[in-house]
């Protein structure tokens, strides 16, 4: 078994956990031509440069904004299309639908955003319908107003499917003799999906809701990139896009690092708290109290 996860070891330790070191660079001013080792060191001045910066809040802000509507809107589905699947007698039905469900998380951010472009673009599909009714066309592709709804319609199309392998692996462990007594009992589907099949589910939404408190600054950025221009700064700038046009552009290395530093320590704290949080309700979490 130790063989098996080897390559997913090497791979986390070489791009995970290896550039964690070039973080120094967050208390120098670095230049590429120098190098760490020259580089003079700042101290906190790129941290304080950081948080006087009103666009690094403006995307913080946006990036938040966007990490809780996902999580109220979004991370629900997965579990619906979850039980909806489980619930399909015939495997070859169900095998065809999970099939159906699991390909968009393949496709491209390219290709999804093309697609989303054509369905409710100013020229798209929507649109056509609606001026062959005699109704005014519209463009929700580059309504700034509406952008955190396309991102997350966005997001469940392509990947939700995907996240729905581990609640499935979940329900196949809860003991379908649990389903046949209450049945006998004289209990409805619902109540059988309420008292057995989500607290079946308990430890591992909770567990997933963990992580993804923990991964809450870190909303994507080819999503975010390529509809950019589109719907405007203020409307699509992340954090990660934020650092990409500060750094890679514009040389501020240091200061890209500063940002991305902050967000690796608000993720660490989310974590912590969260899990903490799961430990009151009698949940392990993501690790076990000491």
């Not at 902050?262 to 799961?278: E, P, Q, S, Y």
């Amino acid at each position: 078994m130790l063989l098996m996860v080897l390559p997913a070891v090497g791979l986390l330790a070489v791009f995970y956990y290896t550039p964690i070191l070039g973080s120094v660079i967050a208390f120098q001013d670095y230049s590429p031509y120098v190098g760490i080792k020259d580089s003079p060191w700042v101290g906190l001045a790129n941290f304080q440069w950081l948080m006087l910066d009103a666009s690094f809040w403006d995307a913080t802000l946006n990036t938040l904004s966007i990490t809780a509507f996902q999580l109220v809107f979004y991370f629900p589905v997965p579990i619906m299309l979850a039980i909806l699947l489980d619930s399909i007698v015939r495997p070859r039905v169900r095998l065809l639908m999970q099939s159906i469900v699991y390909m968009p998380h393949f496709f491209s951010w390219v290709l999804v955003v093309s697609l989303f472009q054509q369905m409710f673009g100013g020229a798209g599909l929507l649109s056509q319908i609606l001026r062959e009714h005699g109704y005014r066309g519209i463009d929700l592709m580059t309504n700034p107003d509406t952008f955190i709804l396309l991102v997350t319609a966005e997001t469940i199309w392509k990947d939700a499917g995907w996240g729905t392998i581990i609640f499935l692996a979940a329900l196949a462990a809860i003991d379908q003799n649990q389903y046949e007594a209450a049945a006998v009992d004289g209990a409805g589907r619902w109540r059988r999906m309420w008292h057995i099949t989500l607290p079946g589910l308990r430890p591992v939404i909770i567990l997933l809701l963990i992580l993804r408190l923990g991964d809450a600054l870190n909303v994507g950025f080819e999503q975010f990139f390529l509809q950019r221009d589109a719907v405007g700064r203020e409307a699509a700038e992340v954090l990660d896009t934020f650092v990409y046009w500060r750094t890679l552009l514009t040389g501020e290395w240091s200061y890209g690092a500063a940002a991305g530093l902050v967000k690796g320590v608000v993720g660490l704290v989310l974590i912590v708290i969260a899990n903490k949080v799961a430990h009151r309700f009698g949940e392990q979490g993501i690790y076990q109290r000491t």
